[in-house]
């Protein structure tokens, strides 16, 4: 059994500037081979998924995903995922596995993150996990879509839809930070 290994970082929490990246992008149904996070804001800014392809939270949230991106576009936020899974032990977040699923009707571009710089310095701990990042680049929200990634009849909560519903109106986000539920990040060892 692999152990789950993550590296030190304090991470970035909300009120915290977002790191910079530059990463190649998987999703072949987008212009764009390699994507920074300047290139993916819009005029009220953008979230960033940290994601993968085997994790049944994010399997069971897909659909749901793909929701939260179509509304980010409509409020002229950009929306990408970032996979950080270590593609060697766990083969199938390979570059590979993540251009077939991406060509699936992935409707975001869907960044590789190799090295697992972007995931270590974000201090990414699960898949799914959401930042949302203001239009300044400071992260407004971290966490979680909601309280039942698995199952979307169990759902009792919306906070990341809430959070862009609040930026939008100009309004304070009034839970900037909830626990992520998912899958650890798959950390090389």
């Not at 710089?117 to 971290?142: K, Q």
Request: with cysteine; hydrophobic share 35%.
């Amino acid at each position: 059994m692999l152990a789950s290994y993550m590296p030190t970082s304090l991470g970035i929490e909300p009120g915290q500037q977002a790191p910079f990246f530059q990463l190649p992008n998987a999703n072949k149904n987008l212009d764009s081979d390699i994507l920074s996070l300047t290139e993916i804001m819009g005029s009220n800014g953008a979230i960033i998924t940290f994601t993968c392809n085997h994790c049944p939270y994010v399997v069971g949230s897909e659909s749901r995903i793909e929701k939260i991106a179509a509304k980010a576009r409509e409020n002229n936020i950009g929306f990408i995922g970032i996979n950080s899974n270590d593609p060697v032990n766990y083969e199938s977040d390979s570059w590979p596995n993540m251009v077939k699923r991406a060509s699936k009707g992935m409707t975001y571009a869907y960044l590789h993150d190799a090295d697992q710089s972007i995931a270590t310095l974000y201090g990414a701990e699960r898949t799914p996990e959401f930042y949302f990042v203001n239009a300044s680049g400071t992260v407004v929200y971290r966490g979680r879509l909601d309280d039942s990634p698995r199952d979307p009849a169990h759902a009792t909560t919306s906070e990341l839809s809430d959070a862009i519903d609040s930026l939008v109106s100009g309004k304070e986000i009034s839970e900037p930070r909830t626990q992520s539920i998912g899958c650890s990040v798959k950390w090389k060892v």
